[in-house]
Each structure stands twice: as C-alpha cells, then as structure tokens.
C-alpha cells in the first residue's frame, strides 16, 4: 500500500510551505514622509550619538506611571541621575529590547517604573503604528514623547536643546540649516554664568538684560532656562506660568517651560523634534534580516536546514496554532490591535479601579471618563487608550512639526470619517486612525508585537507577565484564559483566541521555530559611536 | 441667482459682518487718528503682538483650536477652515438646515499670516496693509466683510507697520487654506470693494462733561479703530458701510449660539450683544471695576459668565489687556451718551471665579 502511494507522482506541495513563505523576507523600510530626513545618512549617524548618549537623561523619580511611589529600588537613589541613553533599555545588540529590568516587577524601569515591558526599536521602523497602545504614528513622536516622561528619560525639552548647542552644535546645524539654534543658546557655561542660583536672570546695570531674558510675567527670567518641560494640563484648559509652582512631576523646573515666551517655546519644541527625528532616522538603519528562518526560506525551505523540532514548530505557526492569523508577513505583525486575554498583573501595571473620576485632573487616569478629546489616560484599556490619545496627538504627522505637508495641509479635515475614508494614502496611510471608531473592540486589546527577534525579547506580552516563550506559548493554549495569574482582564477576548489543544511536545516545537527568527543587524548600526563628553548643566 | 441683498441677508444672520447694494469703492483718504494708545516703550513686534493677539484679537479667527477648545498655538495665526459656515438657505434664524460642511456652499476660511510661502511670508509690507486697512487680498482679489477691515482702516500708521513688523516673526506654519465657497467666492471676485471704511468722524465723541476726555478718547481709539468692540457691540446693517451707524455701542447685534461655540441646552438660541452706552438698558448702574472684569475675564455685574467667547474662558484675548488700556476702555464707555436699547434677556453663564 504504501510503495502504491509514492514515486508514481509528486507528492503535493505542502501548503503550509507557501504560508510560510509569505514571511519570508525583510524589505527596507520607509518612507516616512514626515521625517524628511529619515533616510538621509548624516541624521542617522547624528541619530546613532543620541541614541547612545546618557547626557539627554534626568533624574531618578522613583514613581510608577501612576505618580505613586515606587516600592521597589528603581535605577538610581530618587533625585540621582539615571545616566541612560536609549541603548540603556533599547539595546540594540539585543533585539533593540531591554534587558536591564527588574524581571521581578516584569515592566521596564527607567526613571521610574513604566506599566508595560519596553518594546523593540530593531525592525520597529516597520510599524504601521506605534507604542503597545497605538498612542504615536512615528517614532519620532514616540521619542518625543518618552524623552520626557517621567517613568523613562525624564529629560526635558530644554535640556537637549542646551545638550545639542553645546555638544553636538556644528552637526546640528549642518543638518537642520532650516532650523538655526536661536543665539541665546550658546554655551551652558556661559548661561550658566547669567544665571543666579533660583534660575532667575541676573541684572545687568539693574536691568533685565533684554537680549537673553526676558520680563514678560514681571521677574527676570532666561528665554532659555537649561532645564524645562510643559507642565501637565487638563484638556480644556490653559498652560499657565506658575513661577510659585514646586518642582513637582506635574510642574517640573518650576513650570520654566510656561514660563517662556510662546515663540522661544517653538523654537525649543522645534530643536527637540529635529532630535527625534535623528533618532527615528537612526532606527531606520535597525534592520534584523537573515535569520535562521529566512536561510531556510531562500533554500525553499529544504527539510532538515533549520532542524526537525522547528521545521515542526513552523508548521504548527501557520496551521494550528494559528500564530500567523496576527503575527503575518515577514514582520511577523498585522500592525493591528487585539485582545488576547493578557491581564493587568503586577505591581506597577495600573488596573481601571485605580483610576477614579475626577483622578486625570490631578495627572494620575480616569477609566470612568470617555471624552474623545480629552483622553483621561485610562491605561489598563490599551489601544481604547492609546488611539484616543492619537487622535488627540499634537505631534502627529498632520501636526506642523511634521514634514508631510500633505497631512498637514488636511489636518482640519482629520476629524471626519468620511474625509479620512476618501483618503486612505493621506499621511502615509495613518490617516485610517484618526477617525478610527473607538468601540468596545479596543478595549484590552494591544498591539501585536513584530517576532523577529523574539527570543531576545524576554519577558513577554505588554506586561511582561511571561518570563518565556514557553510560558506565553501556554498562555495561548489556553485561549487566554489565566485565571491562576490574578489581575485584571478588560474587554473582551478576541475571538480568534482559542483552546489550541497543542501537545507539550508540540509547544516546545513552537519554541524551536520563534528561536530561529533571530537574525543579524549591520554592525555598522550596532557599534557604539563616540558620544561627547557630558555637559556642565 | 444669488442678489446682493441676499449677500446682506447672509452675512447679517451669519451675524459677522453687512454688506450691501450700492457699494462704492472705498475712500482712499487717510484715516482721521483720535489719541493713539500709550505705548510704554513697546518695540513694534511688541505693540504688533499686543494688537493682534489681545486688542484687535485677530487671534480669534486665524488660529485654529484645539479639539479641547483651546487655541493650538503651535498654529498661531496659521488660519482657519472653514472658519465660517452658513446653510445653503443663507443661515437666516428659523432656517431648519443646519450648516454642513460637507455641502459645498457657505464655508469662510481666515488666511494663513505666518511667515511661510502659503501664510505672508512673500507679501510685501504695502499688500498685508493693503489687506488689513481695506479688504484688498494679496492676490488681487477682495476680503469678504468677515474681516473688519472696514473698522482696522482707522488705525495709525504706527499701529498698521507695528502688525506688520509683528507678522514677519510669526512662526511659519505650513497651511494652504482652502478656496471660499459661494456666496464669499462671489464677493471675493467682485471688482468693487465688499464694504466702505467706517468715517471716524461718525464713531460718537465723549459727552463734553464726562471728566477724563484724554482717557476717553484712547478708549475710543482702542474700542473703534484698532480694537473691534464697536462691531459686535452695533447692530450690523444691510449697506456699503455693515454697521447701524446712527447706533453705535448700542449693542442688538445678534448671534446663534453655536456661532458663540456655545453648545449647552440651557443657551438662548439667539444672543443679542449687550448695550454699552449707560443707560439703563445698557451699563448704568455698573461698576469701573464690573465693566473691567467683563471685558477681561467675561465676568457680568452678577457674576456669571457673558456668553461671548472673546470675554472670558480658554481663548479669552481681553484678559491679557493691560490694565491702563482697560480703565481707558471703561472711560469712553462711560463717556457715551446714553441710549435706549433693551438688548434682554441677558444671556448669563455659570458662574465666574
């Protein structure tokens, strides 16, 4: 019976090979029409130095996402300086992951405690969208955003502007000509200099010296303080300038920031936006290709190259298992949100009871509030939050910090659906999440992550409730039920999340096949620069 | 066919400005200057930045904002779509079509001012006072009378180069703004001019007892010719010139209230602008102090919020008046003879801290 079967004619193709082969492959990223120097190589190679310098950084807050105290030792002493640089978290000879966490408290730790596991910046330059929640469409807003939040960086605005004229200047101003570094930032030493020890200008022949301060709210104050923010503001209302305010998280540098002048405050977001644009062009160099998995691929995946347990496993990826229903394409992501069951669990992980009406006006969430345009920061929800936040987003790729004058010219015209669904190629087709309807879909859903590099990116899920990929691997087993990790599970479970009635043996092979997806990046991008010595602030 | 008194019509219930049958081409003559406002050393950008964002409070139309309602300075002065929008039945109260922006007919946008290739950068000086002082665009054509132009043409040559000098530091913002729709487009393209400068001889003159004449006629000067109190606060008129000019300062002028972006239930449809001369219909019986704070900070004589928002709330432009400029205001309103104009109901607000 059996030799009837054979040699007569080919077998079938396997069809599981030609699902498999639909992942094979990384492509080159980009464009990016709103970084109009995403692909140029000195802003990459400006980028790269930024990447790498821990001078951007602030000090230890030692607070969660929720402004609460920390209960576990973070990075530093509080108020200490946490000298990181984005390789810190983000390194990019791992994965671009973090691997410095404490993997008690599964999040990432940078001045404080994050509520979610740091994501990676190698292949990230894929991304449809960005951040667990959706709440960027760049990475330069992303890094826009996190260069100042007080759970990451905790840098300021001012601070690398200060940082760049005095440590990067001639590079600086080769790449941005459009951009001139205002005068009054011309050295730290010499601001420093004018300075008196409350941060106020110095009299000059007792006057306020007109050239590099300025008298608007009636003290003497620097156009450029070296350290400074936006303090927080509930929707709806002003920033004001409270020079009375104590430095605080929500009012950090003394409110230095709204106190300046509102044309010198462009000027400083302008200076801060060119860095992440920098940076976003350096991250466009991060590329992992040639895994195990794409050698195997280009070998018209010729049995035995990549070993009987993951050939095995990738089969299970594409069929059973049905990894490859969201993690699709040679990024191995749908880009998409959804909800696989991950609870909230974990000291720092907020869950939506701790988030009270009327908590977002002290700057902490409010999962009982639902305006649209004034997100109120519910973030055990996910991208319920996150794009909520986007479509509140004011460094978005229709903002005018964006290079994309299409986008930008339509901006107005972002907030009606049937606008964006007349113009799906608008703003590099991110226009499709501006009007996106907000349902219940959303809620406790996050998005699927790229598994190229997987194995390096330990722990896993947003939370980093999973120390392995055995460990996640179960979870999906299960349908995403977890009833023995506690925490809390918001929405609903999407329903391609099923029991899987995988073998042990079977997850295992599962295992076998996500360790071939680790592949090699130019080390070109990865070797360290030289980064200027720190600045005297 | 859309008749120029129909253009009235929409304009008037559009509540932003009239304009009429038999306009005639503007008067070119140089504008009579009552008492410019002390300056108190200001540097031209800094007079300029004063007048556009705060007496003129040209910022109220040419910047955007935010979702949240506040003024998305990061577009300052960028212009706005469809700032403006009537229905195609011309906006008139007891119109059932609600604007749509979507119809094709009836949206206004306000220019981009910045310093950009699609905002005024390549403007010379003479065209954006050209475009200021009377309605005459950059590319020829000719503003609609949403833009008080016809008010701003009575300003001193020192305020007029002081906007300009501030208009060169603006940040540019790249923001092409979309064409007018009918019935602007029509006004636009007309080979007249779409409203007469107002004669400062006809905006009243202190009454000869009122004490202060020097502090009321700077109030005059800020609240007429530089400033843009006398355009709400006069019922607007179907003619060359789109004010009642026998009654200026009475207030009657009408506006819905979604046009106050007043969106609450407990709002009166329709919001008449208050009288200001001291009557006893108008501001008689009001405090130095109760006039200032209405105008700064939208707070009336019973502590309610006015339902206008150039008084008061998020994008408030008079609260940043100085306080000299407020007590010269509050003079000349004083100095008004009185007149009767029952504007009531007064439209009142929650109340103000």
């Known amino acids: 019976m059996g030799v009837f079967a054979c040699a007569c004619t080919a077998e079938p193709p396997d069809p599981s090979l030609a699902l498999l082969a639909t992942h094979a492959g990384v492509g080159t990223p980009g464009p990016d029409t709103s970084n109009k120097y995403w692909n140029v190589p000195a802003a990459a190679a400006l980028g790269k130095r930024f990447y790498f310098d821990t001078d951007f950084s602030g000090v230890e807050t030692a607070a969660d996402i929720l402004l609460q105290p920390m209960t576990t030792p973070g990075r530093a002493a509080a108020g200490a300086r946490i000298k990181v640089s984005c390789n810190s978290c983000h390194d990019v000879t791992m994965g671009g992951s973090d691997h410095t966490s404490d993997p008690g408290n599964r999040v990432s730790f940078g001045a404080g405690a994050y509520d979610v596991n740091g994501e990676q910046t190698i292949n990230a330059a894929f991304a449809d969208i960005i951040y667990w929640n959706g709440r960027n469409d760049t990475l330069w807003s992303q890094i826009v955003a996190v260069v100042e939040s007080h759970v990451s960086v905790n840098g300021s605005r001012l601070r690398v502007a200060w940082r760049i004229a005095d440590a990067y200047r001639a590079e600086y101003e080769a790449l941005f000509p459009e951009y001139p570094l205002p005068p009054q930032l011309d050295s730290i030493a010499a601001q420093k200099a004018r300075l008196a020890s409350d941060g106020t200008c110095l009299l000059v022949a007792g006057a306020c010296p007109t050239d590099t301060c300025t008298n608007t709210t009636g003290t003497c104050l620097p156009r450029f303080p070296l350290e400074g923010r936006p303090g927080f503001v509930v929707p709806g209302q002003l920033a004001t300038c409270d020079r009375s305010a104590t430095d605080s998280l929500l009012q950090p540098y003394q409110d230095a920031y709204d106190c300046m002048d509102l044309t010198d405050q462009l000027a400083v977001t302008r200076i801060y936006v060119n860095f992440a644009k920098a940076i976003e062009a350096y991250e466009f160099t991060l590329v992992s290709k040639n895994a195990l998995f794409d050698q195997w691929a280009d070998a018209d995946f010729k049995p035995g190259l990549l070993g009987a347990s993951p050939e095995r496993g990738a089969k299970l990826f594409v069929g059973k298992a049905a990894c490859a229903e969201c993690h699709k394409g040679p990024e191995f992501s749908d880009w998409d949100f959804h909800n696989i069951g991950v609870p909230q669990v974990g000291a720092y992980v907020p869950t939506t009871t701790q988030c009270h009406a009327g908590d977002y006006a002290m700057g902490k969430c409010d999962c009982t509030t639902d305006d649209r345009f004034a997100p109120t920061n519910c973030l055990p929800i996910g991208a319920r939050d996150g794009l909520r936040k986007l479509q509140a987003n004011k460094f978005r790729r229709d903002s005018v910090w964006s290079d994309d004058t299409d986008c930008q010219n339509h901006y107005s015209l972002h907030t009606d659906p049937n606008y964006t669904a007349e113009n799906p190629t608008q703003c590099d087709g991110r226009i499709k999440y501006y009007t996106k309807t907000l349902d219940d879909s959303l809620r406790g859903a996050w998005r699927t992550p790229s598994l190229r590099d997987v194995a390096l990116t330990a722990p896993y899920m947003h939370d980093g409730m999973y120390a392995t990929l055995r460990d996640q691997m179960v979870h999906y087993n299960k349908g995403g039920i977890v009833p023995d990790q506690g925490g809390e599970v918001n929405g609903t479970i999407d329903a391609k999340i099923k029991v899987l009635n995988l073998t042990d043996a079977e997850l295992d092979d599962l295992v076998a096949f996500l360790q071939t997806l680790t592949g090699e990046v130019d080390p070109a991008a990865t070797t360290p620069p030289t980064v200027p010595a720190d600045s005297p602030f | ?353």
């Open chain 2, 1 to 353: 066919m859309v008749t120029m008194r129909a253009f009235g019509m929409i304009v008037m219930m559009a509540a932003i400005a009239g304009c009429g049958d038999n306009i005639k081409v503007q008067n070119d003559a140089p504008a009579a200057v009552d008492a410019p406002s002390a300056d108190a050393g200001q540097t031209p950008v800094e007079r300029g930045r004063y007048i556009m964002n705060n007496v003129a409070a040209c910022t109220f139309c040419h910047t955007p904002l935010n979702p949240d309602g506040t003024r998305d300075n990061t577009r300052l002065f960028a212009g706005v779509d469809c700032l403006v929008d009537i229905p195609p039945c011309f906006g008139m109260v007891g119109c059932a079509t609600p604007p749509d922006p979507n119809d094709g007919f009836g949206c206004i946008s306000s220019r981009n001012l910045t310093n950009d290739a699609t905002g005024l950068k390549n403007a010379t000086d003479a065209q954006i006072k050209d475009a200021f002082l009377n309605g005459h665009r950059v590319d020829g054509k000719k503003l609609a009378p949403v833009m008080p132009f016809y008010l701003l043409h009575n300003m001193t040559d020192a305020d007029a180069n002081a906007i300009v000098a501030y208009i060169r530091t603006l940040t540019p913002v790249v923001h092409t703004v979309p064409p007018n729709q009918e019935p602007w487009a029509t006004m636009n393209n007309a080979s007249t001019d779409s409203a007469q400068p107002i004669d400062p001889a006809t905006i009243p003159m202190p009454v000869a007892s009122f004490p202060d004449q020097a502090a009321a006629m700077r109030g005059r000067y800020l609240t007429s010719q530089v400033g843009l109190c006398i355009d709400c606060h006069t019922k607007d008129a179907m003619a060359a010139i789109p004010l009642d000019t026998t009654k200026f300062f009475q207030g009657g002028r009408q506006f819905t209230k979604e046009q106050l972006g007043l969106t609450a239930a407990t709002y009166p449809a329709i919001i008449n602008t208050r009288n200001l001369t001291p009557d006893a219909t108008g501001l008689m019986g009001w405090t130095t102090q109760q006039i200032k704070d209405a105008i700064s900070k939208g707070k009336d004589q019973m502590g309610k919020a006015v339902c206008a928002a150039t008084h008061g709330g998020v994008t408030a432009s008079y609260a940043a008046l100085t306080d000299p400029d407020l007590s010269d205001i509050t003079s000349y309103l004083q100095s008004l003879a009185p007149a009767v104009n029952d504007t009531s109901p007064d439209c009142m607000g929650p109340a103000v801290p």
